[in-house]
């Protein structure tokens, strides 16, 4: 039986009153020289530290959360816009939901960071 990897998906509920964003997002993370580098692929964010945990802080709780916050004080048309320039689109019958439909692999990613090709890139699903 083949092991599936888990879907990428963003859930956004806007309200008068409310304002809310879950998410389960592809996170990989791996050396680049001296500094450890965390990145989410599907949004194009990257945190950076000395340490993997350092990176992981920046990412999560400065990078992602500042992302989050500003994407959500968009005007609605210009937030899905934002999303789809990386690949998100909405799923059929929820429309408050998004799956992403583009997928970079380790290689890819590998050149986009322009790291050697022996680069160990660890890969995770987080929730947002």
């Known amino acids: 039986m083949e092991n599936k990897l888990p879907e990428e998906h963003i859930k956004i509920d806007r309200t ?13 993370s791996f050396k680049d020289g001296e500094f450890y580098m965390n990145y989410i692929p599907s949004l194009n964010l990257t ?5 993997d945990e350092e990176a992981r802080h ?4 400065i990078v992602l959360k500042d992302y989050i916050d500003n994407l959500m004080h968009l005007p609605e048309s210009d937030l899905y816009a934002e999303l789809r320039q990386y690949g998100w689109v909405r ?9 992403n439909i583009q997928f970079l692999d380790t290689n890819t990613i590998k050149d986009t ?8 890139i660890e ?4 929730t947002a």
């Open 47 to 51: 945190g950076y530290g000395d340490t």
């Open 16 to 28: 008068k009153s409310e304002r809310r964003f879950q998410a389960e997002l592809r996170q990989v």
């Open 58 to 61: 920046m990412l999560m709780d």
């Open 113 to 120: 960071f322009n790291l050697p090709a022996e680069t160990v």
């Open 91 to 99: 799923k059929p019958f929820l429309t408050k939901q998004l799956r």
């Open 123 to 126: 890969e995770k699903y987080i």
